[in-house]
């Protein structure tokens, strides 16, 4: 069974601060990795796709990595904003079935403070 | 970009009861769209996956009379909880692809269920 891990799982940092959330995953055959943000009570917003052949993608002040030797993904967020807060989810796709599926981690609660 | 839009966000009903959300794509046509659950502190899981015009495959665990499933459109699909209950409480989510590209996916803006 496929599992996602994100660590930690609840980050509080100081506005401005410079920060990194850590996704893990397991499987082998990932086809691209996702990083999605929730804000409470709300549907997921995609932010980055990572292809299985790339190593990053940016986007903003926003950059995800992805290293599918050690089974690690991370999500560097710059100068982070009080509006930055939310619960970051990574999602690995893969083909189990003839569309594939997402497995998501728990997520990490990110709090910005003023 | 693509949108997808679903429908109610909230909603309350009695036990009992059924619920109908409703989840579509609203600038592209839509040949898979997912149903994932989500209960406090948990990850997202996938519930069932529905094609246009076929029966939803569903995750093990899932009922399938329960959760009744119609794709009857490439812009619509629909997730009726059948006979509700407080278990069923929860934020329901779709998401969805339009069989191309590289699987980016697009997400609704989610129903929260409330049973009572």
């Known amino acids: 069974k496929q599992e996602v891990t994100q660590i930690p799982a609840a980050l509080s940092v100081p506005e401005g601060e410079n920060l990194v959330l850590n996704c893990s995953f397991t499987?082998?055959?990932?086809?691209?990795l996702q990083w999605f943000r929730q804000d409470p009570g709300k549907g997921l917003t995609s932010l980055l796709l990572?292809?299985?052949?790339?190593r990053e993608q940016t986007s903003g002040r926003l950059n995800a990595s992805l290293d599918k030797s050690s089974g690690r993904s991370t999500l560097y967020i710059a100068a982070s904003q009080p509006g930055d807060s939310a619960t970051y989810l990574c999602?690995?796709?893969?083909?189990?079935?003839?569309?594939?599926?997402?497995?998501f981690g728990k997520g990490t609660k990110l709090s910005v403070k003023p | 970009g693509a949108v997808v839009s679903q429908h109610p966000s909230r909603v309350i009903c009695k036990s009992g009861t059924s619920v109908k959300i409703e989840c579509r794509s609203l600038?592209?046509?839509?040949?898979?769209m997912f149903w994932y659950r989500q209960f406090p502190k948990q990850s997202l899981m996938l519930m069932a996956t529905s094609n246009e015009g076929s029966k939803a495959t569903y995750e093990q665990g899932v009922e399938k009379d329960k959760f009744l499933i119609n794709h009857a459109s490439l812009t619509l699909s629909t997730l009726t909880v059948t006979s509700a209950h407080p278990e069923d409480s929860s934020f329901y989510i779709c998401?969805?692809?339009?069989?191309?590209?590289?699987?980016?996916?697009?997400f609704g803006s989610g129903t929260r269920l409330t049973v009572v």
């Open positions: 499987d082998s055959a990932i086809y691209n």
């Open positions: 998401s969805a692809i339009t069989g191309t590209g590289n699987y980016g996916y697009t």
């Open positions: 999602a690995d796709f893969n083909y189990g079935g003839s569309q594939g599926n997402l497995i």
């Open positions: 990572i292809q299985s052949s790339q």
């Open positions: 600038d592209f046509q839509a040949t898979t």
